[in-house]
C-alpha cells in the first residue's frame, strides 16, 4: 500500500505550519504524480451523498512512464527526466487508499506539503472498489493523452476529453464512457452530466470561435458542498487568454477559485506554445486563485526535429511582477486594478514531483 511520508526538509515556498485535515471539514486535495502535469484531484463528497468514501478522485492528463512522441519519432520523441512519483495506475489507486484511510482518522493523517511514496506492503489493493473516479484529458497531444498509461485504467472509469482527444480515445475500443468536455457558458452546473455527481462538474473555459484544438484554454473543475455558489480548480497547461477566463470571474452562481494551474515557462516554436509566468500573471490577476501553482515545466529528456528550434525561456515570478509594474504604467494604467508587488500577493507556489497540497 502507499505510505504517506512528510519530507525533511520544507521548501522555502512552503508554509511553516503545517496544516491537518479535519475530518469534519475536508478540503480538497492536490497531488503532483510526475514533475510536468499530471495531477491527482481528490474532491470532498458533501456529507449529504452517502458514500463509503471519503473523495471523489480525478486524475488529470495521466503520462507516468515511458515516452511520448507527436507527429512521428523522428520530430519529437520525449522521455520523462525524473522519474514520476506514480510508476502506475496501480501506485495511484495505492495513494487514494492511503489517503482515504488517512483522512478517516482522528486526527487525521494527512499533512499539507507532505510528499508522497509509494511501495509494496504486507496490504493487497482493495480491488473491491474503483479508486478513480473519473479522468481528464486535456489535449490530444501524448504528452496529455499517453496510450500507455491511460490503458491501465480499468475501462468502467469514464473518460472526459478534448474534442479530437476523445475521437482518438473512442478509437481504441477500451473506455465504456468518452465525453467530451463541454465548454463552459457561465453556469457550472449545467457542466454536471452523467456520470458526474450533481455537485460536480467539468467544462472547458476558451474563446467561444476556438478552434478544435483548444491549445490556449483551460479545464475547470467546479464543485459544490452545498448551496449555488461553487468552488473550482482551473487547470491550463499551456496557459490560457486573461479575457477568455472573465466568464469564471463573473460566473452565476458565483465560484471561488482555489487553485490556478498555470506554468511559469515561455515557449515558442515559432507559434507561442506555453505562455509563461507573464501571463499566468494577468490569469491570476482577474481570478485571484487561493494558490497559483506552475505546471508542464519539465524540462524533458527528448530529441527529434522540434528540439532544435524549440525556444524555452523561464521567467521568475519576480521578473513577471516588475515587467507587469512598467506595463502598467505605460499604458496609464498606474495603481488601477489589482497589483501584484511580492510574490506572497501571487499566491504562487511550487508544488514538488510527489507532493500533496491542501487547497484552502
Given at each position: 500500500?502507499?505510505?504517506?511520508?512528510?519530507?525533511?526538509?520544507?521548501?522555502?515556498?512552503?508554509?511553516?505550519?503545517?496544516?491537518?485535515?479535519?475530518?469534519?471539514?475536508?478540503?480538497?486535495?492536490?497531488?503532483?504524480?510526475?514533475?510536468?502535469?499530471?495531477?491527482?484531484?481528490?474532491?470532498?463528497?458533501?456529507?449529504?451523498?452517502?458514500?463509503?468514501?471519503?473523495?471523489?478522485?480525478?486524475?488529470?492528463?495521466?503520462?507516468?512512464?515511458?515516452?511520448?512522441?507527436?507527429?512521428?519519432?523522428?520530430?519529437?520523441?520525449?522521455?520523462?527526466?525524473?522519474?514520476?512519483?506514480?510508476?502506475?495506475?496501480?501506485?495511484?489507486?495505492?495513494?487514494?487508499?492511503?489517503?482515504?484511510?488517512?483522512?478517516?482518522?482522528?486526527?487525521?493523517?494527512?499533512?499539507?506539503?507532505?510528499?508522497?511514496?509509494?511501495?509494496?506492503?504486507?496490504?493487497?489493493?482493495?480491488?473491491?472498489?474503483?479508486?478513480?473516479?473519473?479522468?481528464?484529458?486535456?489535449?490530444?497531444?501524448?504528452?496529455?493523452?499517453?496510450?500507455?498509461?491511460?490503458?491501465?485504467?480499468?475501462?468502467?472509469?469514464?473518460?472526459?476529453?478534448?474534442?479530437?482527444?476523445?475521437?482518438?480515445?473512442?478509437?481504441?475500443?477500451?473506455?465504456?464512457?468518452?465525453?467530451?468536455?463541454?465548454?463552459?457558458?457561465?453556469?457550472?452546473?449545467?457542466?454536471?452530466?452523467?456520470?458526474?455527481?450533481?455537485?460536480?462538474?467539468?467544462?472547458?473555459?476558451?474563446?467561444?470561435?476556438?478552434?478544435?484544438?483548444?491549445?490556449?484554454?483551460?479545464?475547470?473543475?467546479?464543485?459544490?458542498?452545498?448551496?449555488?455558489?461553487?468552488?473550482?480548480?482551473?487547470?491550463?497547461?499551456?496557459?490560457?487568454?486573461?479575457?477568455?477566463?472573465?466568464p469564471v470571474a463573473e460566473a452565476k452562481p458565483k465560484l471561488r477559485t482555489l487553485a490556478l494551474l498555470h506554468g511559469l515557462q515561455d515557449i515558442k516554436l515559432g507559434a507561442q506554445l506555453n505562455m509563461g509566468a507573464h501571463n499566468g500573471l494577468?490569469?491570476?490577476?482577474?481570478?485571484?486563485?487561493?494558490?497559483?501553482?506552475?505546471?508542464?515545466?519539465?524540462?524533458?529528456?527528448?530529441?527529434?526535429?522540434?528540439?532544435?528550434?524549440?525556444?524555452?525561456?523561464?521567467?521568475?515570478?519576480?521578473?513577471?511582477?516588475?515587467?507587469?509594474?512598467?506595463?502598467?504604467?505605460?499604458?496609464?494604467?498606474?495603481?488601477?486594478?489589482?497589483?501584484?508587488?511580492?510574490?506572497?500577493?501571487?499566491?504562487?507556489?511550487e508544488v514538488e514531483n510527489g507532493q500533496l497540497v491542501i487547497l484552502e
Amino acid at each position: 500500500m502507499a505510505s504517506i511520508a512528510a519530507k525533511d526538509n520544507e521548501s522555502p515556498t512552503q508554509p511553516q505550519s503545517k496544516t491537518h485535515i479535519n475530518t469534519l471539514t475536508r478540503r480538497p486535495l492536490l497531488i503532483h504524480l510526475n514533475a510536468d502535469t499530471t495531477w491527482l484531484l481528490s474532491l470532498p463528497i458533501p456529507p449529504s451523498q452517502p458514500s463509503i468514501r471519503l473523495y471523489n478522485h480525478i486524475l488529470i492528463d495521466p503520462w507516468l512512464r515511458g515516452g511520448q512522441s507527436d507527429v512521428a519519432r523522428f520530430f519529437s520523441r520525449q522521455w520523462h527526466a525524473t522519474p514520476s512519483a506514480c510508476q502506475s495506475i496501480d501506485d495511484i489507486e495505492s495513494i487514494i487508499q492511503a489517503i482515504e484511510a488517512a483522512a478517516a482518522e482522528d486526527p487525521p493523517g494527512l499533512v499539507d506539503g507532505e510528499l508522497l511514496s509509494t511501495r509494496q506492503d504486507s496490504h493487497a489493493l482493495d480491488k473491491s472498489m474503483d479508486s478513480i473516479d473519473a479522468v481528464i484529458v486535456s489535449h490530444e497531444f501524448t504528452d496529455h493523452m499517453h496510450k500507455d498509461t491511460l490503458m491501465e485504467i480499468p475501462p468502467q472509469v469514464p473518460i472526459f476529453a478534448s474534442t479530437k482527444a476523445a475521437d482518438i480515445i473512442r478509437s481504441w475500443k477500451r473506455f465504456h464512457t468518452v465525453l467530451e468536455i463541454p465548454r463552459f457558458e457561465g453556469d457550472w452546473r449545467k457542466s454536471s452530466v452523467s456520470p458526474l455527481p450533481e455537485w460536480l462538474g467539468i467544462s472547458r473555459v476558451a474563446y467561444a470561435g476556438a478552434d478544435m484544438l483548444y491549445y490556449h484554454s483551460a479545464v475547470m473543475i467546479a464543485f459544490s458542498s452545498g448551496g449555488q455558489e461553487g468552488e473550482a480548480v482551473i487547470y491550463t497547461p499551456h496557459g490560457i487568454s486573461p479575457d477568455d477566463v472573465t466568464p469564471v470571474a463573473e460566473a452565476k452562481p458565483k465560484l471561488r477559485t482555489l487553485a490556478l494551474l498555470h506554468g511559469l515557462q515561455d515557449i515558442k516554436l515559432g507559434a507561442q506554445l506555453n505562455m509563461g509566468a507573464h501571463n499566468g500573471l494577468k490569469v491570476q490577476r482577474l481570478l485571484r486563485a487561493g494558490h497559483w501553482i506552475g505546471t508542464h515545466d519539465e524540462v524533458k529528456n527528448g530529441g527529434g526535429i522540434v528540439s532544435w528550434f524549440l525556444n524555452r525561456k523561464m521567467i521568475s515570478l519576480q521578473e513577471a511582477i516588475e515587467r507587469d509594474k512598467i506595463e502598467r504604467e505605460a499604458d496609464g494604467r498606474g495603481s488601477k486594478g489589482t497589483k501584484f508587488v511580492s510574490l506572497a500577493d501571487l499566491r504562487s507556489r511550487e508544488v514538488e514531483n510527489g507532493q500533496l497540497v491542501i487547497l484552502e
